[in-house]
């Protein structure tokens, strides 16, 4: 029989691994997405490509615009 000792410091250390473990992956699949998206996208995009991109409506991005002064170029 195969016994071993539970302490607190057993138990954190184990725990703290896992988090760190799934933290560590977490990071991997950001970074092959980032990886594998940032070569889409030109330096200069429409304002809709920016939304997408960003995730969020294009709605959103124009009020970002405006609400934060966020400078934009406009390319004819």
Same mark, same amino acid.
């Given at each position: 029989?195969? !016994?071993? $000792? #539970?302490?607190? =410091? &057993?138990? #954190?250390?184990?725990?703290? /691994? /896992?988090?760190?473990?799934?933290? #560590?992956?977490? +990071? *991997?699949? =950001?970074?092959?997405?980032? +990886?594998?998206?940032?070569? *889409?996208?030109?330096? %200069?995009?429409?304002?809709?490509?920016? &939304?997408? %991109?960003? $995730?969020?409506?294009?709605?959103? +991005?124009?009020? %970002?615009? &405006?609400?934060? $002064?966020?400078?934009? !170029? *406009?390319? =004819?």
């Amino acid at each position: 029989m195969l !016994t071993e $000792d #539970i302490t607190i =410091d &057993s138990v #954190i250390t184990k725990t703290v /691994q /896992q988090v760190l473990e799934g933290e #560590i992956e977490k +990071l *991997k699949e =950001d970074i092959y997405f980032l +990886l594998n998206t940032s070569n *889409k996208y030109s330096e %200069y995009m429409k304002l809709k490509d920016a &939304s997408k %991109y960003l $995730d969020i409506s294009l709605n959103t +991005l124009k009020r %970002y615009i &405006s609400e934060y $002064d966020l400078a934009i !170029t *406009k390319i =004819d």
